[in-house]
């Protein structure tokens, strides 16, 4: 079976530090990989996919994420977070079988300080 | 635009007692899901729906069940309440099961379910 592991559970920054959320995964085929944010009180936003193609994939508000196969990682980033960042964020994979569930990371909790 | 509508928003219920959350869906998707949120665990899949008539058991099944009589609609039912029900329940839509033409998740508010 699929899993995702999220090792940092809650991270502290102050506005306008570099962030990275780390990502691994552990499933030997093809898989679809996802960042989503939870923002307080909120459901859950996609913040971008990777499925194919540039392993460097670019989401929504300033977020990228690397695809390392060889690490089976899928590590989250941002030059320089917010105040408004503050939100917990999951990683999720997709296998390529024929169950086709999204499997979820722990989460990771960022608090950004002002 | 209303996209994913969970009702109720909160409940309380009392160890033995049943209810039905109900998640409705205006994007015409065929996928429906219900997952649960827990502190440290991210979200686990309950049930999930490939069509009007289907279901089918994700991570976490026992003591919930689910019905698609329509295509928008997606009940999570459980029968008699426990304790360890207590969670956040998140329902989710997708035009197809993310396997063929990629389409992310839509999410409801969530449910907040406490069972005393």
């Known amino acids: 079976a699929q899993s995702v592991s999220q090792h940092n559970h809650h991270v502290i920054l102050s506005e306008a530090a570099s962030l990275e959320l780390g990502c691994n995964y552990s499933?030997?085929?093809?898989?679809?990989l996802f960042w989503y944010v939870q923002y307080p009180g909120q459901h859950l936003q996609l913040l971008l996919k990777?499925?194919?193609?540039?392993?460097l994939v670019k989401g929504i508000k300033g977020f990228e994420a690397e695809f390392i196969k060889s690490k089976f990682s899928f590590n989250l980033r941002k030059p320089s977070v917010q105040w408004s960042d503050t939100a917990e964020y999951f990683c999720?994979?997709?296998?390529?079988?024929?169950?086709?569930?999204?499997?979820f990371g722990s989460g990771t909790q960022l608090t950004v300080l002002p | 635009n209303a996209g994913v509508t969970q009702t109720p928003k909160f409940r309380v219920l009392k160890t033995g007692q049943s209810m039905t959350l109900l998640c409705a869906q205006d994007?015409?998707?065929?996928?429906m899901y219900w997952y649960r949120q827990d502190p440290g665990m991210g979200l686990r899949l309950i049930h999930y729906?490939?069509?009007?008539?289907?279901?089918a058991k994700g991570e976490v099944p026992d003591g919930y069940n689910v019905s698609r009589l329509k295509k928008q609609n997606f009940l999570l039912g459980l029968e008699s309440a426990a304790p360890s029900q207590t969670s956040v329940y998140f329902c989710?839509?997708?035009?197809?099961?993310?396997?063929?033409?990629?389409?992310?998740?839509?999410f409801g508010d969530g449910t907040r379910l406490s069972i005393l």
């Open positions: 989710a839509s997708s035009r197809t099961g993310q396997g063929a033409s990629h389409q992310p998740q839509h």
């Open positions: 499933y030997g085929g093809t898989v679809n």
């Open positions: 990777y499925f194919s193609g540039d392993p």
């Open positions: 999720a994979v997709l296998s390529s079988g024929s169950a086709r569930q999204l499997t």
């Open positions: 994007m015409n998707h065929e996928y």
């Open positions: 729906s490939v069509g009007e008539g289907t279901t």
